[in-house]
């Protein structure tokens, strides 16, 4: 039974989430402010937190940054209001994996938790790939130094392991998987992530950190280079010929 812990200062919000993952088999571990949630992360570890960026005390973006220096690939959803845009994308940047925006549906954040955790899973393939995409069959994908095994879900620059966050690693499967074709954002946060809407700048943050992961220059992107007027295209450090601008 996968454990949530689910951390939010509203009381109402909190019981109608823990009890919708728990009729959805989680078990679930509650914590009101930040300390709180640090301090039961500790005693026991969740498998997934999902995570309001508003709270007293330790804010939700301070306890997502201690959370990633405690364990990096703890797969962590955002919770957050309408009106707070830049936090969310800071989130995203600091290593959230998904977010949901208040005032939002139960059973959408029981399914957000279900995709992430899923994807998560070593054994597991990425359902939200296409169909053309490289799955538990194919053996390993990569790029000069840059090596991907989709069915053990890890990665490797150099020899090291990358630390990549679930919603990075799909990306990267996916560029690899289809080489010099470009990409809109729209058409990566459906292919990728399987969602049919959503906050299209959600996919520039995680270009962006993926390519502070494994671009040599991030600044002048050879893998991940940016289509003007469309989105992106993978042309790997052998197939690059001129430097794009990162957008």
């Not at 989430?17 to 709180?36: N, T």
């Not at 700048?201 to 002048?220: Q, W």
Request: hydrophobic letters at 40%.
């Amino acid at each position: 039974m996968a454990r949530v812990l689910v951390v939010d200062d509203d009381p109402t919000v909190r019981e109608v989430v823990s009890r919708y993952l728990e009729h959805a088999g989680f078990a679930v571990s509650q914590a009101d402010e930040g300390q709180r949630a640090l301090a039961l992360a500790a005693a026991e570890p969740p498998d997934i937190a999902v995570l309001d960026l508003m709270l007293p005390g330790v804010d939700g973006l301070e306890v997502l940054r201690r959370l990633r220096r405690r364990r990096g690939d703890l797969p962590v959803v955002l919770l957050s209001a309408r009106g707070e845009e830049d936090d969310r994308v800071l989130g995203l940047q600091v290593g959230a994996d998904d977010y949901v925006t208040k005032p939002f549906s139960p059973r959408e954040l029981v399914l957000r938790v279900q995709s992430v955790l899923r994807r998560a899973q070593p054994s597991a393939p990425s359902s939200g790939l296409s169909s053309g995409s490289a799955g538990p069959a194919a053996p390993l994908l990569a790029d000069a130094d840059l090596v991907v095994t989709p069915s053990a879900r890890t990665a490797t620059l150099a020899g090291a392991a990358l630390p990549l966050t679930t919603r990075e690693l799909d990306l990267l499967i996916h560029f690899l998987s289809h080489p010099g074709r470009a990409f809109t954002r729209q058409e990566l946060m459906r292919q990728v992530w399987g969602w049919e809407f959503g906050d299209e700048s959600t996919v520039t943050v995680h270009v962006r950190r993926l390519r502070e992961k494994i671009e040599p220059d991030p600044g002048a992107p050879q893998r991940i280079c940016t289509v003007w007027g469309v989105g992106y295209r993978w042309d790997g450090l052998a197939g690059a010929s001129h430097p794009e601008q990162p957008s």
